[in-house]
Each structure stands twice: as structure tokens, then as C-alpha cells.
């Protein structure tokens, strides 16, 4: 069992930047990849970034890469997303989930899943 609670949504300004971090408890983190995740309005969940468990792997999105960046620290138990150059279009919750097996950027390797944060972007 793996709990996951995310913090550090908020709303910013086209260009702003905002740090998502994800605390997991509940069973051993180090072993576990975890992804950030985000839906927005009408539109699917999608896998945003994603870590493997030793912090070696690391996938993002097209539409994220170069302006977000996926780090975790294992003695804390916690992942973050750091996001720059944010953009309307990345408004959305955002969620963390883990895996404890699978690919680690693949979608439904995740069955570990937090309430998720808003993350509201201004044009």
C-alpha cells in the first residue's frame, strides 16, 4: 500500500514557474518509479514525466520537454516536478502515481495514485 499526496499548485502567469512535490508513505519508496500525471478539461489523463527507481530513467512528454524536469529524492520520499515556462495549456490537476512494476512511462504501469493538485496557468 503506497499513500501519495501532492502539494504546490496554484495559479501563475504564462512564463511563471511552479515546483509540484509528491510525499509517498506507506511502503518503501526506493523501489518504486513514479510519474507525474495531468488531466485537463474534456481531455484524458496523460502522463506527463515519469522516473525510474533509481533516478537513471527519466521520460517526458513532447509537450513538456525542455520546460519541465522530473527529480526525486529517495531519502525524503518524495518526487517533484519542477515546471518553467508554463504555458495555458498546462493548466490541469495534477497528479503523482507510483509503480512498483512495469515500465516506468507507461501509463498503466501506475497503480499508485495521489488526489492530485490544480495547476491553473494565466494568459
Known amino acids: 500500500q503506497v499513500q501519495l499526496v501532492e502539494s504546490g499548485g496554484g495559479l501563475v502567469q504564462a512564463g511563471g514557474s511552479l515546483r509540484l512535490s509528491c510525499a509517498a508513505s506507506g511502503r518503501t519508496f526506493s523501489r518504486l518509479s513514479m510519474g507525474w500525471f495531468r488531466q485537463a478539461p474534456g481531455k484524458e489523463r496523460e502522463i506527463v514525466a515519469a522516473i525510474s527507481w533509481s533516478g537513471g530513467g527519466r521520460y517526458y512528454s513532447s509537450s513538456v520537454k525542455g520546460r519541465f524536469t522530473i527529480s526525486r529524492d529517495n531519502a525524503k520520499n518524495t518526487v517533484f516536478l519542477q515546471m518553467n515556462s508554463l504555458k495555458p495549456e498546462d493548466t490541469a490537476v495534477y497528479s503523482c502515481?507510483?509503480?512498483?512494476?512495469?515500465?516506468?512511462?507507461?501509463?498503466?504501469?501506475?497503480?499508485?495514485w495521489g488526489q492530485g493538485t490544480q495547476v491553473t496557468v494565466s494568459s
Open positions: 502515481g507510483a509503480s512498483d512494476s512495469g515500465t516506468y512511462y507507461s501509463t498503466s504501469s501506475y497503480n499508485y
